[in-house]
């Protein structure tokens, strides 16, 4: 498989993966996720989607790791900042769940001067 195929069938895993971890079907879906970042060790959305299924099976050190992967693949992604604050609560080290719990929320900052809603104060609607 070349390179294209692999990082589209890897892909496609990691979003059948979320469509099982959303009807509970949690080991099924690491299951996917395994092959994908197997198939594809860039594929970014597959170890978000990991670190997401293990977090929720309270499985920290795995949701961890995964998720700190993905910020390797994206350090400026919202989402990953957000599941990094979470894990890292939970793990209880609350400097570092506050520092990606900032990142998140200046890339949030970020998006919304990049592509406000509605209409801004002196534009016509």
Known sequence: ?????????????????AFDFAVGDEAGALTKLATAVATDPGCFEAWLAKGEVHFALRQLAEA?????????????????????SRIW??????????????????LGWGDQIKQPEGPQPGEIG
């Open 1 to 17: 498989m070349d390179n294209a195929a692999s990082a589209a069938h890897a892909l496609a895993l990691a979003e059948a993966a």
């Open 64 to 84: 961890l790791a995964a998720a700190e992967r993905a910020a390797e693949l994206r350090p400026k992604d919202i989402h990953v900042h957000t599941s990094l």
């Open 89 to 106: 609560m939970e793990q209880g080290d609350k400097t570092k769940a506050e520092h990606h719990g900032a990142q998140a929320r200046i």
